[in-house]
């Protein structure tokens, strides 16, 4: 009764507030009551259940809805996945569907057990005593998904995992230094077993440690010495650098609602995607107009490109098979975020059900962007500057060496800007000598090298330019042949090509022809009798270079087009797919855009594959400076003319 009490006051909550500590835990216990759950079944993620975007656009004040549940969970007696929605509302299990053949994301118990198993291993403990290390505790594993190599890895018979090893002298070294190269192992975690422990031969364990850790790096720690790189001390004439805003912050928060300047949004988070943006808007002449109703993250996958046994394996779904709202970082004052800060907490679910809170976990602030506009009038002499700035939303997710911040920009012009910051720790691999020097990566320390390898990043954004019917246009610059309307060989145009149908909507950059794809609204004009819109500028991209047969090939296919389009459907979340873990082929975009459905004039979702390519160097190790890859959304047509028109001139200050 208690329990139902408290649910009945988070039913005034806005539809699309996340989930609160309390209602995790009610959703596990409505399970667990409903369905007799035992404990061989484990909740692997915990999420709001969104309502329509229909029932959310046509919400009026006061008016509230039942809040609901999606759960997925792995029963791991009978090997099977299963998805369940749960009305906290009603107190009852609305839907539950076994979902066979296919494999959830992991979750944090599995992957300690899978650990304690490896290290038991009397195989796997000769296999350290081939290599010289007797001392179990200096060893450190890294789970990897295992993918799928062939046959042998289908999703239907076995949860399959493939541990890395490390080797850490001591509690503070970066094992990444000294990885145990040619042994790979294969875990099935439904059955809790080893399949499979395949050496490949002994390889030497680098000497050098890489350490990062200032009191490591300059040898201030007795035991940690000879660091590769060297440092003998800190740098001592660096000045402080203050942020400071005496009169506060310009946005304001209620809930996860956030107002700044003329932008209007709405913060979020999931256990998958981690932070999801809602309901993007533009205050313009006292009317809010909506751009986007949900942007997010909507797969990150990296495949390596060494063929070596330990690396081959290498070829991840960071979201599909891990999810990025359980590894997101506390984030600190001064390092991660710098100014005047409201931080969010991230709730999501251990594998029993419970609420497990991650406080700090994104981070709200603005911040000086440099200069916004500026002329200087020659005859006259007359000089205008204004000085632009950013709301930042942003989170950093560690998945296992990597860090990857996620950032979200809006400017005062009414840019919106996506930023991925790639950092942490290149993954490793140990060599002969003789073998230098690598092929297939390059050396960072003697004996040490780090493989190569891409990234890719798609994000779901779904398009609401002042509302639901939207059309896409790919636009080329196009330089025209001479003739009597082009005596001087000079002229060239913008040519819009319209993206009719999900058959025409699978698209790749050009950057020599200066391509973006503009998202119009052709119901609503502007002062000029324009449709108005937002074109998405692509800034550096690649595309896979994994071969015919591959994994990337049969499992990746989002990543072989930059740009896809699709009509708008609740259910087609993810770019890969809601199970790649292990699946054999293609699902997620490949799939969706099969039923060719049309698009012009109609509710669109816009999908941006962008990714980094990564051929490491020296300067990467021992811990990787942060790259930075993205894309910007910026009106055209959106708005009359400048919309930082109206910013104040600036006091002058500063020395």
Partial sequence: MVMKSRMSRSLTRHPLEPLSAEEIAATSAILTRERSLSEAVRFVSIELHEPSKRTVLGLTEGQSLDRETFVVLRDQQNRITIESIVSLTRDEVLSWREIPGVQSAFTRDELAKCEALVLADPRFQQAMLRRGVADLSLVLIDLWAAGNTGPQDNPAEGRLIRPLVFIRYGPYDNRYARPVEGLVVLVDLDQMQIREIADHGFVPLPARPGNYIPELVTGQ???????????????????????????????TVEGHAVAWQKWRLRIGYNPREGLVLHQVGYEDRGHLRPILYRASVSELYVPYGDPNPTHRIKNVFDEGEWGIGPVLNYLVLGCDCLGDIRYFDVIVNDADGNPRTLPNAICLHEEDAGVGWKHTDGLLGHMETRRNRRLVVSCFATLNNYEYGFFWYFHLDGTIEFEVKLTGIVSTGAFRPADMPPTYGTLLAPGLYAPNHQHFFNVRLDMCVDGEHNSVYEVDSVALPPGPDNPGANAWVA????????????????????????????????????????KLVPGENILPLAGEGSQTDRRAGFAYRHLWVTAYDPTERYAAGDYPNQRQDNDGLPVYVQADRPLDDADVVVWYTFGAHHVPRPEDWPVMPVTCIGFHLKPVGFF??????DLPR??????
């Fill in 640 to 645: 009359a003319g400048n919309p930082a028109l």
């Fill in 221 to 251: 720690i007795e035991g940690y010495s000879d660091n590769f790189p060297a440092v003998k001390r800190l740098r001592d004439d660096l000045r402080p650098i203050e942020v400071t805003q005496p009169d506060g912050p310009s946005f």
């Fill in 495 to 534: 040519r819009p090509t319209l993206l009719a149908r999900e058959s025409e909507a699978q698209r790749v950059v050009n950057p020599l022809a200066g391509r973006y794809w503009t998202v119009i609204n052709q119901s609503v004009r502007n002062e000029l009798d324009q449709p108005v819109g937002y």
């Fill in 650 to 655: 600036h006091t002058p200050g500063g020395h």
